[in-house]
């Protein structure tokens, strides 16, 4: 859409605006180009403003006079220091360039005045609807506090979260020789402080820690030159006794902002007003540069500026979404850094590297293998060998690696018999190498099962039929362990098969369904289920005991009782589905009680010397649902009974969840009661790579990893895991007929000989 007569109006003069106002009039040198900003040319928020080499070859390519200007005023470096408790920590590779905001400003400004756009100072702007009215194309790049997000508000549907964090932004007139991570532990709380160089004399810093900790420290009211004496003061070392310098700067609380759609007819959100990251990952101006180099190019390409905006969303939304995902895991592990402190400074630092998942164990050991080598030796790593294949003992028994095949529910037992399916299906995954094997969850009783296809051990049949199993995996897969899980559907079952209809009632034959309280699954669609009563409860303790003591006669190495996913031992937890008012329900003391119970009776049965987990769900994921201190107390309950571990999943508990899926969604509720409490835990969700797996381990955040999903599609999914990575110790052992591919199958050529002379 290559318009010369169009007519651009730009509100705000940040660097997202500016560059769009440039971009777009030197692909079209006759447009009428004005941006609006109601500061001074010279007023800016923050110091420093950091690129990365991706953007910068975005701007090179589309502008080279901007990125002339920029390259001669970058300041470079490498190296990522960390301090904690008097260690620093320094890890080399990273790669970051930065530099002044109002320098960033001083050649936008200069740019736009060259191509001839016409910029307004210390002017708001007027609303984008009267622009819209006059102008072909308003670009609303006016902040975190759009104005034009909010007139329109129920076009672009934005939502805005608040989070736990105060941070100030300051400066230091010296320039650091490294991106500086240090932790103050003070008498009111854990401090933090963020702070990287931005020219020849000076650097960003940034104090941040949580709302009570600012409270606490009096910092709430304290003016902005004693609240920056004070920075100074708690982070002397850093600052060599120097002092701070403050710039209206005042203590904030980071807003995520997330809008269902960024544009309306021909107005356009950009920068931070369509969205924000965590400041902890990057810059926010990075993200707005980018929206300004999409925009322009697609006003470029497509044929109107509908199209042309509606490309721009598609291309920006999944980036956006991406960084954003990163940016919220970064800025809880700072809003949890309290959990940290207790690590080794080495194991912080690699935590502190890893926390947005953008940086794992296998990019950070290309950067810098000398720093990652000394982690893995502290982890306990034997030379050579990956961190996902260091042996874990629990009680008495030693699993050769940290990979765990989650329970899958497969609905193929016929009356609760698991047959060759099964054989197969869990016999396989014991072959492919995970240190250990789950089983589905299994029913103890007909009335527990949650489809007539759930595999049961309440009949002699069914042991029998799972001790076939145990001794398969035991002989044929040396070294491998298998764990059975124990599990009651409760309110959950009496339902279809997962693929007939997921957690439909079934249309004949059902069977009556209890639960804690008397709440259907799916109102109007679910049983209601029966409460249970005192005989009931008896005897459903009874039969997980019984299911239990034939497990072990089966001869399997772990068992896990299943606390999760809304099933019955879920359900008396929950807040949501337990509203007793007896000694079983209201404070969370009461709601443990039965499941407390049946792990007492089960850890009776089985040996001593044999492990029990135990899988909760940390989250409910809807309003008042378990919170995170209920689930540190249900997971302290269970280890203080004897829990070897704690597998930690989320949700399933009620059918109106909402979920914040992504890679590893769930690993953040392992991690904190991990680092809280001190026990093992297993941490499960969307973990689907090797690399995620080492890094989880090696950072602290768990003991074992377990994967479903990668285990389908790929059985032999450990053994793969060694041969990539170059490993072929006893972590990872090959069954002897499988050896002859432990190395990847050579590929087609796609290459052609070089020619050994070249005649001109």
Known sequence: MSDDSMRIAVIGGGPGGLYAAALLKRLGPGRDITVWERNAPDDTFGFGVVLSDETLGGIEHADPVVYAALRDEFVRWDTIDIVHRGRTETSGGHGFAALGRRRLLEILHARCHSLGVRQHFRTGAPPAAELAATYDLVIAADGVHSATREAHADVFRPHLTTHRNRYVWLAADFALDAFRFEIAETEYGVMQLHAYPFSADASTVIVEMREEVWRAAGLDRCDAAESTERCAKTFADALDGRPLRSNKSSWLTFTTVVNERWSHGRTVLIGDAAHTAHFSIGSGTKLAVEDALALAACIEEQPDLRTALDAYETERRPVVASTQRAAAASLRWFEELDTYVDQSPRRFAFNLLTRSRRVTHDNLRLRDPAFTGAVEEEFGCPP?????????????????????????????????????FHLVHLGARALGGAGLTMTEMVCVSPEGRITPGCAGLYTDEQAAAWTRIADFVHHSAPGAAIGVQLGHSGRKGSTKLMWEGIDQPLDEGNWPVSAASPLPYAPGVSQVPEALDRDGLDAIREEFTAAAHRAADCGFDLLELHCAHGYLLSGFLSPLTNHRTDAYGGPLEN?????????????????????????????????????????????????????????????????????????????????????????PVIAVGAISSWDDVNSLLLAGRADLCALARPHLYDPHWTLHAAAEQGYRGPGASWPPPYRAGSRTPPAGRTDAPRPRLTLS
């Open 384 to 420: 050579g060998t990956p961190p996902m294949f260091t042996p874990l003992r629990l009680r008495g028994l030693e699993l050769r690696n940290r990979v765990v095949v989650s329970p899958m529910d497969m609905y193929s037992a016929t009356d609760g018999v698991p047959g060759d």
């Open 591 to 679: 709601r443990l009680r039965f499941p407390l119970d049946v792990f007492d009776a089960i850890r009776a049965q089985w040996p001593a010397d044999r492990p029990m987990t135990v899988r909760i769900s940390a989250t409910d994921w809807a309003d008042g649902g378990t919170s995170a201190e209920d689930a540190l107390g249900i997971a302290r309950a269970f280890a203080e009974h004897g829990a070897d571990a704690i597998d930690v999943s989320t949700g399933q508990v009620v059918p109106d969840e909402r979920p914040e899926y992504g890679r590893s969604y769930q690993t953040p509720y392992a991690d904190r009661l991990r680092n809280t409490l001190g026990v």
